[in-house]
Each structure stands twice: as structure tokens, then as C-alpha cells.
């Protein structure tokens, strides 16, 4: 089963220092890794996937993450953060069901929360 | 992006009674449609998953008849919390994909609250 790991509660920063966010995953075939953004009372924002291709992945907002095979970590980053970038943030991986690989449900890790201070 | 509406965004209701969740895809047709439960400042439960003209997949230890889950159209999925209880409080997500292979979208949540 695939699954992925968040191992921040939260993540304190100041504004206009850098943000990372990290996830670890745990797959049996190719990981397809996804993050979102919840603010309070809010459903979740879609922020960027990685399917294939480039390690490198750019989102929303100026997010990016980096995909580590090696690692097997997919950790959320932005150079500069906002105050405004205050919120919970998960990290996901699309089940894959065989055989016919189709797509299954998402499994979110338990997410981190960012605080942001001006 | 691809929207994802859903309604109402906060209900209060009397123990014993039956509340209806709605959750539309705005510009898309959306095959399968996910329904999720959130606790406070915990991740997201899966409950069911729902394909359009079909019965709910429900998760392990979901009763589905206390959670009724029609998904009558390609544009609509509708949640029943059926006979409900104060524990059945909690936040409400659902989600929808726009064809398999993409990312899901994700309404913005119902607060209910049971009392």
C-alpha cells in the first residue's frame, strides 16, 4: 500500500525566509505524489503533483518541490515565504490499482502546519 | 482550475435528524467523486468513494447506511448523514476528479455540527 509520511506538526518561519516542508513516501510502483494547501474551515488547494518527468516540480503561489528518488522524499519548498502562507499543508500519493494501474484514492499524510511571522 | 461546489458550507442540526451534503463540479463532468472526513487539526478520512450511475464504495468502518451517498449525475454527488448524532460532528470534503490520470479538486468543506 502506498503511504507518505509527514514528519513536522508544524513549521515556524519568518517572512521572507525560506520554507520547506518535508514528505517522505512508501510506494510498490512509479509514486504519484501530490501537495495541498487547506486554509481554516476551507477545502483544499491544489498546489502541485509529480507524475513524471522533471524532479523539479513549480505550483501555485511559487511553491515547488523536489522529487528524490533516492530519498524517497518529496518536500515542498518556497524561496520567500508569506505571512499569508499560514495554513496546513498536506502531502498525498494516488493509489494505483492493478492491473490495469488505474487511479485509486488519494492518501494524505497527517499535514503541516505553517506558521508565518511578520 | 477546475471548481468544485459545495453546499451548504456550515449546517447546525437537532440530534435525530437527517442532513444533506451537496457537491457539484462547476465546469467539469466529474466520473468519481470522493467524500471525506476531517476532524480537527487531523488529516483527511476517506469515506466512500462514489462513480456516477453506481453504488458508493464505502471505506472500512463507514456504516453506509448512516452515511447515504447518491451520485445521480456526472456534475453531482450528495451526502445524507442519516439519523444524526452529536459524534457525527465534523468537517465534511468532498472531492472530485476530473478523469483519472489528473489531480482531484476539492469543494470547500461543510461544517456540521450536531446538537
Known amino acids: 500500500a502506498q503511504s507518505v509520511a509527514q514528519p513536522e506538526d508544524q513549521v515556524n518561519v519568518a517572512e521572507g525566509n525560506p520554507l520547506t516542508v518535508k514528505c517522505t513516501y512508501s510506494v510498490s510502483g512509479n509514486p504519484y505524489l501530490f501537495w495541498y494547501v487547506q486554509y481554516p474551515n476551507r477545502g483544499l488547494q491544489f498546489l502541485l503533483k509529480?507524475?513524471?518527468?522533471?524532479?523539479l516540480v513549480k505550483g501555485s503561489y511559487g511553491f515547488e518541490a523536489e522529487f528524490n528518488k533516492s530519498q524517497t522524499s518529496f518536500h515542498l519548498k518556497k524561496p520567500s515565504a508569506l505571512v499569508s502562507d499560514s495554513a496546513l499543508y498536506f502531502c498525498a500519493v494516488r493509489d494505483i490499482i492493478p492491473p490495469t494501474d488505474s487511479w485509486g484514492k488519494l492518501q494524505f499524510g497527517a499535514g503541516t502546519q505553517v506558521v508565518v511571522t511578520p | 482550475g477546475a471548481v468544485v461546489s459545495q453546499h451548504p458550507s456550515r449546517v447546525i442540526c437537532k440530534s435525530g435528524t437527517s442532513v444533506k451534503i451537496e457537491c457539484r463540479s462547476l465546469d467539469f463532468q466529474a466520473t468519481t467523486m470522493f467524500w471525506y472526513r476531517q476532524f480537527p487539526k487531523q488529516s483527511l478520512m476517506l469515506m466512500a468513494t462514489?462513480?456516477?450511475?453506481?453504488?458508493?464504495?464505502?471505506e472500512q468502518g463507514v456504516e453506509k447506511d448512516k452515511f447515504l451517498i447518491n451520485h445521480a449525475s456526472l456534475t453531482l454527488s450528495t451526502l445524507t448523514v442519516t439519523s444524526a448524532h452529536p459524534e457525527d460532528s465534523s468537517f465534511y470534503i468532498c472531492s472530485a476528479l476530473v478523469k483519472p490520470g489528473t489531480e482531484a479538486f476539492f469543494g470547500q468543506g461543510t461544517r456540521l455540527t450536531v446538537v
Open positions: 462514489s462513480n456516477e450511475g453506481s453504488k458508493a464504495t464505502y
Open positions: 509529480y507524475i513524471t518527468g522533471d524532479n
